[in-house]
């Protein structure tokens, strides 16, 4: 079963808003991964949150995290269309594992 | 440094062909994983490893083997392959624990079983 859902399945933006993804999932973790996966292309790794951080940022890129209510979030701002992929959350725990949600598809268009 | 490579890129097989996808890996890292995607899907572990010589099962290991003879490559076999086989198949590695647990993913395999 997979860890973490995300929200939306998909969307679809103008270039230059600002897209924010959502990720929740139901155990305790170590940490949190965001992945983006262009067409056809393997997993490349955006950032990671650790379960004691509460908001990290990277380039465009801010990613909140609430261990309370098991959910974390990714903005991306001014988006792009390079941005147009699909992104996925991945938590952390034991056993040097991930567990991947089933990911956004975020469409940038023109 | 080539990163993660694998090997085919394509393939298609018939019901009850066997088949090995390799892994390789030039980072010199501890810890390689076999995922699958299905369409709409995000990653569902197959097997990993934690060191040369070691393997353990993930959450979808039925039908597919592995081996781990060196440090560098990572193999998952299909001994007798099945039409709910059909997948993109990603390896992906990652240093060791305690370092920063990034994963480094392959471009993927596309498998499809007749």
């Known amino acids: 079963s997979q860890q973490g859902e995300e929200d939306p399945q998909a969307l679809s933006i103008q270039e230059g808003e600002n897209a924010t993804m959502n990720c929740s999932y139901k155990t305790s973790i170590n940490n949190l991964q965001w992945y983006r996966q262009n067409s056809g292309r393997g997993l490349v790794h955006l950032i990671l949150i650790r379960s004691n951080e509460r908001e990290k940022h990277s380039g465009r890129l801010r990613v909140t995290l609430d261990t309370s209510k098991k959910s974390s979030s990714l903005l991306i701002t001014a988006s792009r269309a390079a941005d147009t992929a699909s992104y996925f959350c991945?938590?952390?725990?034991?056993?040097?594992?991930?567990?991947f949600g089933q990911g956004t598809r975020l469409t940038i268009n023109p | 440094n080539a990163g993660v490579t694998q090997t085919p890129k394509f393939r298609v097989l018939k019901t009850g062909q066997s088949m090995t996808l390799l892994c390789a890996q030039d980072m010199n890292h501890e810890y390689m994983y076999w995922y699958r995607q299905d369409p709409g899907m995000g990653l569902r572990l197959i097997h990993y490893?934690?060191?040369?010589?070691?393997?353990a099962k993930g959450e979808v290991p039925d039908g597919y083997n592995v081996s781990r003879l060196k440090k560098q490559n990572f193999l998952l076999g299909l001994e007798s392959a099945a039409p709910s086989q059909t997948s993109v198949y990603f390896c992906?590695?990652?240093?060791?624990?305690?370092?920063?647990?990034?994963?480094?993913f392959g471009p993927g395999t596309r498998l499809t079983v007749l």
């Open positions: 991945a938590t952390g725990g034991g056993a040097q594992k991930l567990v």
């Open positions: 490893s934690v060191g040369e010589g070691t393997t």
């Open positions: 992906a590695s990652r240093p060791p624990a305690g370092s920063y647990n990034e994963q480094f």
